[in-house]
């Protein structure tokens, strides 16, 4: 079985990260700030939801430190926004794994 089948089959929420986007939009290459209203990141998210068969919502755009000496709260920001989005997914699949557990317990209890 694919990967992804058995990904899918049991639930795991699946994130994807683009990075660079500075590097496909001047406006966020200019203003990191922009990259949630950017109509070129926004086809970016969109194409990359589409070829990995994924929602929209679980394609984080990011810019990458690379040639900057110091580090920049902008970019700090979209990096801590997608990891805190990461963490909630993967709370929302723990707590569900948690509640399947309880259920599978519960109906052991009953049957003994």
Do not use: W
Not at 17 to 24: E, N, V
Not at 61 to 89: C, G, H, W
């Amino acid at each position: 079985m694919e990967i992804k089948s058995l990904v899918v089959e049991r639930g795991i929420p699946q994130l994807a990260f683009l990075t660079k986007m500075d590097k496909i939009c001047e406006t966020v290459n200019k203003d990191v700030s922009k990259m949630f209203t950017s109509s070129v990141v926004e086809d970016a998210v969109n194409k990359a939801a589409d070829i990995i068969a994924i929602p929209r919502s679980h394609v984080l755009p990011v810019k990458n430190y690379e040639k900057e000496s110091q580090l920049k709260t902008d970019i700090n920001i979209l990096a801590l926004t997608a990891l805190r989005q990461s963490l909630m997914f993967a709370d929302d699949f723990l707590e569900n794994q948690y509640e399947l557990e309880q259920e599978n317990s519960q109906t052991l209890n009953t049957r003994d």
